[in-house]
């Protein structure tokens, strides 16, 4: 369960990292720009061939979230708070976990994300 809510993290701030990560690559490019110009030439390269790097990468932490959670949901616990989850009654129904509120489509995408029950802090 902790290597699940890991990943949930990771992926749900890759995004965001990623777009920090390639602003200051730009700042560095900017402050080098009159100083060495071969530095700004090499960071926009790097950017251009990073980028579908960035994409494929972003894409596998997501089959490894899916991965993670389908493998907790056939042990029979939820994927956000590791307690006792219901097998859905039809195949393809959501998977909906009583203790905190999320629920599991079949694939492993979560559907539903409800503040804990001491609310925002
Ligand atoms: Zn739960």
Redesign the pocket.
Known sequence: MRLYLIVRALRESFLLGIFWLYVLLLVVALLCMFAFPPVTIGLFWCGLVSLPLVLIAGRMVHMLQHLLARRLLSRGH??????D?MRPGEPGMEWY??????GFLADGEETLEVESPAGPA
């Not at 939820?78 to 307690?83: K, L, Q």
């Not at 976990?97 to 999320?102: D, E, L, R, S, T």
């Open positions: 939820c994927p956000a708070c590791g307690s989850i976990c009583g203790q905190c509120g999320h």
